[in-house]
């Protein structure tokens, strides 16, 4: 009985997706009460059975070709899913509450709630989930309902855009993924964890094969977690209404690709090639976008590139082999970065849907409690004690520092530079003078949107305390005696040279003080990929035409008719029409058929 | 003393006339005609056979006889057929030259 809760966990919010596309698409307030209902049963379920730390699920066998190929549906129950569980179906709760107020007035409420309810169905699946088909499924569901979100206010092209961006942009990433799953399953003839890890000595030898296959499942992770060279979409990403990109594209969706890392670790941690490729692309895609974010001017924009930064950091700590680490940092970035973004759609939604930071400034006397909140999570990004991220982070600068010097140094730069983009972001949004008629006029959001900054700020305050996470997560025990000084003063000058530097630039100023156009341009990625796909295209088009043209009608549609033809036009050469002619070859037939009946 | 192998020389001639016809005239009726010689070739050296093969009782053997027969049923009836198809071919085509009757040629 105890045992299907978990599966309740699931199926709570895709009974309510169905059940809002299918019946109540009309009445916007009861499809709200249905997916609200449905994730706080989930959340509810969630934290029962990690208070009972219930480690059995019903497992049903959904493919069985034993010995080939065997698919079970079941589920993993252990901390680490348990813990992502109430995580994700407790920031869902919260984005899910917060969403009433934000979308109230939206005409398209009941398909976003819908579609919000299906991300939790999917998501908790990839939480779940036991097998790598599982997995691959959820995750390409979460995909699609990313896209959904993205893409909500479709009659703008930006939107619109953005979405297909997002979607095709992680299938790149997905196909490396699924190449990796069926070359695991090749090799080692199933497709579930548990059974995969003993069987992972049958690699022994072959290092170069298993650092191909890590790198393909990690090519999953760069696409969904938009690790370099894929994170191109998760900027444009924020196209989509604010909660959307809280939950999915900064707590949740883009985690699940370290969350199934950390999963699958013992695949990746079974080739040190593999594993200092994960740490490099997770360092460079931390520092990349930390560079990009000192110069951009939409909020959400910011947040986004420090969403890639935060990601990048946790990649780093599983290319670090730092599970912990990594689970750590994730946890409390869940918390802070959802935090940031709900606090940045309340500034959004009370400025009219502006979001340049240039037209906010001393938004602090008019939106206190946002202003506050926003604080908090800020000094946790930044990694300022004792808010949460400066635990999270020191473990991952500790353990950087513990085993690769480069990276450590670059991952210091990079907490520099979050210092530096996230205190400029503050200072203008929230001090200096009021720069246009909405910042001046802006009024405190409705308590059902600041209810969750306030719990979320809670949360990030104190995530980072090990009397509260130790409950939820291994902590990382891996400091070195020597680095336990070192890294945290370390840390914490960068930190103090960051907010300076910020201060100093960008204290009173109405305008951009500092202009470097490479950063503006976000390092020209977009235009390079532009212009990557269209020389591809406009190679790989004349060797299509050719193609079409000449082998495939000319070749195999042309010559068919041809070759009736030809065939035709030689038959009909023996229909002499002259009776005697058919006779006598007649005759001849009867004599051939003599022939062999009689003589053989 | 007329043997069975005189029987099958006859048998023989006649069938290489009836087959020089079918293959040399023009004329569909002759044509006809020597299809019917061929057949009653083949008649012949089938009751030649009858009537050399005597089983142990004195009997000749009656299977190629009642062969015969029907031989004899089947050729009247193509016969009849196929003078009623000249027939209506001359009427179509106030011919029965062969050489003349070639539409089917490409």
């Known amino acids: 009985m105890n045992s299907f809760y978990p599966w309740l966990i699931l199926l709570a919010p895709f009974a309510s997706a169905t059940a809002i596309t299918l019946f109540t698409l009309r009445w916007k307030t009861l499809s709200s009460a249905i997916s609200i209902t449905a994730v706080l049963v989930s959340f509810g379920c969630s934290c029962f059975i990690f208070a009972k730390s219930a480690t059995v699920a019903p497992e049903f066998v959904w493919l069985d070709i034993t010995p080939i190929f065997r698919v079970p549906l079941g589920l993993t129950l252990d901390q680490l899913s348990r813990t992502m569980a109430v995580l994700v179906s407790g920031v869902g709760a919260l984005i899910h509450i917060y969403s009433l107020g934000y979308m109230r007035d939206d005409e398209g409420k009941s398909r976003y709630f819908a579609a919000l309810s299906l991300f939790m169905f999917a998501m908790l699946g990839i939480v779940f989930a036991n097998n790598f088909v599982m997995l691959f499924i959820f995750w390409e569901l979460v995909g699609f309902t990313s896209y959904v979100l993205i893409g909500h206010w479709f009659f703008r092209d930006a939107a619109a855009d953005a979405a297909n961006k997002a979607f095709i942009t992680t299938r790149i990433g997905d196909f490396g993924f699924m190449t990796g799953i069926l070359m695991i399953w090749m090799t080692t003839g199933s497709v579930v964890f548990a059974e995969i890890a003993p069987r992972m000595s049958m690699f022994g030898g072959h290092g170069t094969f298993v650092a191909i296959v890590a790198l393909l499942i990690f090519c999953g992770a760069v696409g969904k977690s938009a690790q370099f060279p894929l994170h191109v979409w998760l900027p444009d990403a924020m196209e989509g209404p604010t909660p959307v990109s809280a939950l999915i594209h900064a707590a949740t969706m883009v985690a699940a690709g370290v969350y199934m890392l950390v999963r699958v670790a013992f695949i990746i941690q079974a080739s040190q090639t593999a594993l200092l490729v994960v740490a490099w692309i997770g360092t460079i895609t931390a520092v990349m976008a930390a560079l990009i974010a000192t110069q951009q001017n939409d909020i959400k924009r910011i947040l986004a590139y420090s969403t890639l930064s935060q990601l990048g950091y946790m990649v780093m700590a599983v290319g670090l082999a730092s599970n912990n680490a990594a689970m750590f940092h994730l946890f409390t970035h869940a918390f802070f970065k959802a935090l940031l973004f709900l606090a940045a759609g309340s500034i959004i939604v009370m400025l009219h849907h502006e979001q340049n930071i240039w037209e906010m400034g001393q938004l602090r006397r008019r939106l206190p409690i946002t202003f506050l909140t926003f604080a908090a999570g800020a000094l946790a990004l930044i990694g300022c004690p004792p808010f949460s991220g400066f635990f999270s982070k020191d473990a991952i600068l500790a353990v950087a520092y513990e085993h690769n010097l480069p990276i450590f140094a670059v991952a210091l730069f990079t907490a520099f530079l979050t210092a530096f983009y996230v205190i400029r972001m503050l200072v203008i949004v929230f001090f200096g003078n009021p720069r246009s008629d909405s910042a001046r006029e802006g009024r405190e959001s409705p308590p059902v949107m600041t209810m969750p900054l306030i719990v979320l700020a809670i949360l990030a305050t104190l995530g980072g305390f090990a009397f509260f996470t130790r409950n939820f997560l291994k902590l990382p025990t891996e400091k070195a005696p020597n680095a336990f000084g070192v890294v945290p003063v370390l840390a914490i000058i960068a930190l103090i040279l960051g907010v300076g530097l910020a201060f100093a630039l960008y204290r009173g100023r109405a305008t951009e003080p500092v202009k470097v156009e490479l950063l503006r341009r976000k390092f020209y990625f977009d235009e390079f990929y532009c212009w990557l796909i269209y020389w591809t295209q406009e190679l790989l088009a004349p060797v299509a035409a050719f193609i079409d043209r000449w082998v495939i009608d000319a070749g195999a549609v042309g010559g068919s008719s041809r070759g009736t033809w030809g065939i035709g036009a030689l038959l009909r050469l023996i229909q002499v029409g002259n009776l005697q002619a058919y006779a006598f070859l007649f005759g001849l037939g009867v004599i051939a058929l003599i022939y062999f009946a009689v003589m053989r | ?106």
Not at chain 2, 12 to 23: C, D, N, S, T
């Open chain 2, 1 to 106: 003393m007329i043997t069975l192998g005189d029987y099958l020389i006859v048998s023989a001639i006649l069938f290489a006339i009836g087959f020089a016809g079918v293959m040399l005239r023009r004329n569909l009726i002759v044509i006809l005609m020597s299809l019917e010689l061929m057949l009653n070739a083949a008649n012949l050296s089938l009751v030649a056979f009858s009537r050399f093969r005597v089983g142990a009782n004195g009997l000749p053997d009656y299977n190629a006889q009642v062969f015969v027969f029907f031989v004899i049923t089947v050729a009247a009836a193509e016969v009849a057929v196929g003078l009623a198809l000249l027939v209506a071919l001359y009427r179509a085509r106030q011919t029965t030259d062969v050489k003349d009757i070639s539409s089917l040629k490409f």
